[in-house]
């Protein structure tokens, strides 16, 4: 267990900004950050962070939390994976009491996974540097490859042994179970003989952007023609090789500091760049390049580089991947390397200052390079030119942007010399097709909706407005955000003047606001009904009367987890205003700051007016149709309760209408 004190220390020490800066590309937002949600497939920003409040907030999701929550929301750690990566970051020294094996390996599925494969890095990477077999082969296979130590052990690299069960063997001999090392890959099992996948190969983990181990790729190196020269992990419940991107836990810092990724094919490419200087690199791994790999890249930076062997084949059969960037919306530059060079064996060679350079020259526009590339072919052929035309303005109905459509449209006149009109109109044709097929798709589904609607004759319901929680819910915000400052309120006190008559006299006094709440609810004797809005009132006032200084990130620290998702969206509620961005369009809209003490009465009164409403209804609701004393005093009451509204309705400066 970590110890209180190490968590303490952690949750001081780490920004939730930085924490998040790591993962998610955040541009500033007056005193906020906001950017593309992690969570969904998304093109304007609804993710925001909050370093005052030391929350964040995923308004696509909902989700939402501290630096800890996002880990264990977007890395999938358990509550102290997600302190240790926090300590390891900042430095901080763990207190905890060692984990035995078999604690290990009694964790979740998931988790048993990772600690397999973590396991496996470490033994292939020790195997690497310390065995004879692993020196004499392994290592010296990767200082050919002209990597440095420091290199090797930046990445982690490794050795399998050249022999059937090493791996297996060990990891069992160590507690890890055997359903978790077949479950992962890294072990085949054959009958009462199970056997190592990797056997006699040097290895490459693969990490997820935050660092925990997903799978492997190892290379052989012996001439067995039979055996694949690459073999991957196969898929499971914590690699997917489709979702995943090597080196992009190297990369994702500096891919948000250059705001640039170079996208590469192979392990080794991403490992001589990274060792030439320039480490915001990634590699698709050998597959097609998805979507999803796009999207991750798309949470680091709008702009992508494509890094091309020089042979011709290669370059027709990657550059497909370049419309699939397009659609999401993404900036694209495409590099190719002279003939016979590829970036592992160019990086290698290369002094830094001349590789930048010839990656600064040799960038071109994604339509300057496909022109030029396919222009060799069409030649002076006017059908494959046209097809080549055609194929270009394809590529550019991907971009999401007119302007940008419109801006690649003119380039491509320019380029290739055709009038701007022709391509504008067989743009438009492409669009015009595309949206037509969304919207066939999209009356197919309202068919599909209204013949469910018919077939289930279900009355539609209508959503009703639930203004108890409202109200509820704005007092644990005011208490959140304004507790603890100190305001001028006023109270209104009953008087004997002069002439001994009785009348209102009203008295400034300072309150804290949460004790001006909390004796407003007790003078009316008002509990909230919301349960969970209950339990967050009665801690948040507790915590109050015991803390002289409150905080919201010393609270959350603190806070219940079943409190914390409920105190984390009403936290950032506010934040929304900061994501459109209103001043920028010199609109101001008016914060609760302005007044906080008018906005703690108005709310209480309301609340109030609210309950005397319900407390009207009913006894409107207990008179009989039969005259009787009964009804008289129930009448009464309600006229009584009338005048109360009436008192609420001067106090607020506005007309009271019925609520019910």
């Given at each position: 267990m970590i110890s209180k004190a190490t968590i303490?220390?952690?949750?001081?020490?780490?920004?939730?900004?930085?924490?998040?800066?790591?993962?998610?590309?955040?541009?500033?937002?007056?005193?906020?950050?906001?950017?593309?949600?992690?969570?969904?497939?998304?093109?304007?920003?609804?993710?925001?962070?909050?370093?005052?409040?030391?929350?964040?907030?995923?308004?696509?999701?909902?989700?939402?939390?501290?630096?800890?929550?996002?880990?264990?929301?977007?890395?999938?750690?358990?509550?102290?994976?997600?302190?240790?990566?926090?300590?390891?970051?900042?430095?901080?020294?763990?207190?905890?009491?060692?984990?035995?094996?078999?604690?290990?390996?009694?964790?979740?599925?998931?988790?048993?996974?990772?600690?397999?494969?973590?396991?496996?890095?470490?033994?292939?990477?020790?195997?690497?540097?310390?065995?004879?077999e692993g020196k004499a082969i392994g290592l010296s296979y990767f200082k050919e490859r002209g990597f440095t130590s420091e290199t090797i052990k930046k990445f982690a690299l490794g050795y399998s042994p050249e022999v059937w069960d090493a791996f297996t063997k060990e990891a069992l001999g160590k507690g890890y179970k055997l359903e978790f090392l077949e479950s992962t890959g890294l072990t085949i099992p054959k009958d009462d003989r199970p056997f190592d996948r990797f056997k006699g190969r040097v290895m490459f983990p693969i990490q997820s952007m935050s660092g925990r181990i997903l799978g492997f790729g190892g290379r052989i190196l012996g001439n067995d023609k039979k055996a694949a020269k690459y073999l991957n992990s196969p898929e499971s419940d914590i690699y997917h090789k489709s979702k995943v991107l090597y080196g992009i836990f190297q990369a994702k810092q500096s891919i948000a500091k250059q705001n640039n990724c170079y996208l590469v094919e192979g392990y080794t490419d991403v490992i001589q760049f990274n060792q030439a200087g320039i480490e915001n690199v990634v590699a698709s791994s050998g597959t097609?390049?998805?979507?999803?790999?796009?999207?991750?890249?798309?949470?680091?930076?709008?702009?992508?580089?494509?890094?091309?062997?020089?042979?011709?084949?290669?370059?027709?059969?990657?550059?497909?991947?370049?419309?699939?960037?397009?659609?999401?919306?993404?900036?694209?530059?495409?590099?190719?390397?002279?003939?016979?060079?590829?970036?592992?064996?160019?990086?290698?060679?290369?002094?830094?200052?001349?590789?930048?350079?010839?990656?600064?020259?040799?960038?071109?526009?994604?339509?300057?390079?496909?022109?030029?590339?396919?222009?060799?072919?069409?030649?002076?052929?006017?059908?494959?030119?046209?097809?080549?035309?055609?194929?270009?303005?394809?590529?550019?109905?991907?971009?999401?942007?007119?302007?940008?459509?419109?801006?690649?449209?003119?380039?491509?006149?320019?380029?290739?010399?055709?009038?701007?009109?022709?391509?504008?109109?067989?743009?438009?044709?492409?669009?015009?097709?595309?949206?037509?097929?969304?919207?066939?798709?999209?009356?197919?589904?309202?068919?599909?909706?209204?013949?469910?609607?018919?077939?289930n004759n279900a009355p539609i319901q209508v959503e009703k407005i639930d203004i108890l929680y409202g109200l509820e819910r704005k007092i644990i915000e005011i208490l959140l955000l304004y507790g603890n400052k100190t305001e001028e309120f006023e109270d209104v006190l009953l008087k004997t003047n002069s002439d001994g008559e009785i009348e209102n006299v009203i008295e400034k006094k300072q309150y804290k606001v949460f004790q001006r709440i909390y004796l407003s609810l007790q003078e009316d004797e008002v509990e909230l009904a919301n349960p969970l809005f209950k339990d967050i009132f009665n801690n948040l006032i507790n915590y109050y009367l015991q803390t002289e200084n409150f905080s919201i990130e010393h609270y959350l620290m603190h806070l219940q987890p079943e409190f914390a998702q409920e105190v984390t969206d009403i936290l950032m509620e506010d934040e929304r205003v900061a994501l459109h961005n209103w001043e920028g369009q010199s609109i101001f809209p008016k914060t609760k700051n302005d007044s906080i003490s008018q906005y703690v009465s108005e709310t209480i009164l309301t609340l109030r007016w609210y309950l005397v409403d319900r407390i009207i209804e009913e006894i409107k609701n207990s008179i009989s149709s039969e005259p009787d004393s009964d009804n008289i005093e129930h009448l009464s009451m309600a006229m009584d309760y009338y005048k109360l509204i009436n008192s609420f309705s001067k106090k607020l400066g506005r007309v009271m209408s019925r609520y019910n």
């Open positions: 303490d220390i952690v949750f001081e020490t780490a920004r939730v900004e930085e924490v998040i800066g790591d993962f998610v590309q955040l541009k500033r937002a007056g005193s906020n950050f906001k950017g593309l949600s992690p969570f969904s497939d998304e093109r304007s920003p609804s993710f925001m962070v909050s370093p005052a409040k030391g929350i964040w907030k995923d308004f696509s999701s909902g989700k939402g939390g501290n630096a800890v929550a996002f880990l264990m929301e977007h890395s999938h750690f358990t509550y102290p994976e997600a302190i240790r990566f926090l300590a390891k970051k900042y430095n901080i020294e763990i207190e905890e009491t060692e984990q035995t094996d078999e604690e290990k390996i009694n964790t979740d599925v998931r988790e048993s996974m990772y600690l397999v494969s973590e396991f496996a890095k470490d033994y292939f990477h020790n195997t690497l540097l310390h065995s004879e097609a390049l998805t979507p999803d790999q796009i999207r991750l890249i798309n949470r680091l930076t709008k702009n992508i580089t494509v890094l091309f062997d020089g042979d011709a084949a290669g370059l027709r059969a990657s550059i497909r991947g370049i419309d699939l960037i397009l659609e999401e919306g993404m900036n694209v530059k495409v590099c190719a390397f002279p003939d016979g060079e590829d970036p592992d064996s160019f990086a290698k060679k290369t002094p830094y200052e001349e590789l930048v350079k010839y990656l600064d020259e040799n960038s071109k526009d994604f339509i300057q390079f496909k022109a030029s590339l396919l222009m060799k072919d069409a030649k002076n052929d006017p059908i494959k030119k046209a097809d080549l035309i055609r194929d270009m303005v394809v590529s550019i109905s991907k971009i999401p942007d007119r302007i940008q459509r419109e801006i690649y449209i003119q380039e491509c006149s320019r380029i290739m010399d055709i009038s701007e009109q022709v391509l504008v109109s067989t743009l438009a044709q492409l669009v015009q097709k595309d949206v037509a097929d969304i919207g066939k798709k999209q009356k197919q589904e309202q068919k599909d909706k209204a013949f469910d609607v018919v077939k």
